[in-house]
């Protein structure tokens, strides 16, 4: 990743954390259990329809966080914030010669609010989620420009506790960012080139293995 994406990434990161420690001060203070679960997992999917053929989001590993909180005091629903983020490819394969070529690398974050409920409960505890926030696309190559959309995700997770305070997490999610009907997904130095069409999909998915903490 070069330097000056690299400068660019940190205050993202650094903005996330802030927002978990934020979000996680009220419950800490009054009394009430929180949990946090660092996480990483494989993420693949991802193709645009484009005027010239179809691009490609190659598949790769990714990382994060999720913070669960209390809500209303139900010990079944919890309001959640999540962040990850993966380091990728684009691919572009023309439709006249089926040749796949690498456009530029690019950087996936994604920032989302929204909740779990229980499904079963006990010491293996199944729960379902879904949340609505906003994905960066952000490219290595400064001849592309970065791209942010709203994105919701949905989801199927596993929490099993060995202790009071320490578990295990597994999840499965599906990555749904917002295309719009028209214009283009990235435009580079000469022009918008890419365009994406009405009907094109980013839909991504990713499956995770996490460390629950809770306090």
Excluded at 100 to 110: A, E
Excluded at 112 to 136: A, P, S
Excluded at 180 to 191: N, Q, V
Aim: net charge neutral; hydrophobic share 40%; with cysteine.
């Amino acid at each position: 990743m070069s330097e000056g994406n690299a400068a660019k990434a940190r205050p993202l990161g650094w903005m996330a954390l802030g927002v978990v420690l934020m979000l996680a001060v009220p419950a800490l203070v009054a009394g009430e259990e929180f949990t946090i679960t660092p996480f990483t997992g494989w993420v693949f999917g991802g193709t645009v329809d484009t005027r010239d053929g179809q691009l490609r989001i190659r598949e790769t590993a990714d990382y994060g966080v999720n913070l669960d909180l209390p809500y209303r005091g139900s010990h079944t629903t919890r309001m959640r914030f999540s962040f990850s983020t993966y380091d990728t490819t684009v691919e572009e394969k023309a439709d006249l010669s089926s040749v796949s070529r690498d456009l530029f690398d690019m950087r996936v974050n994604h920032y989302q609010l929204g909740g779990t409920k229980v499904i079963n409960e006990g010491r293996i505890q199944t729960y379902g989620m879904g949340t609505f926030g906003v994905t960066h696309f952000s490219p290595r190559d400064s001849s592309y420009s970065s791209e942010t959309r709203f994105s919701m995700h949905f989801g199927l997770g596993m929490e099993v506790m060995l202790s009071k305070h320490l578990g295990l997490n597994l999840q499965g999610r599906l990555l749904l960012p917002f295309n719009y009907s028209s214009g283009s997904l990235f435009c580079g130095s000469g022009g918008c080139s890419i365009a994406v069409s009405g009907g094109s999909s980013l839909m991504q998915a990713d499956i995770t293995a996490g460390l629950v903490m809770r306090f």
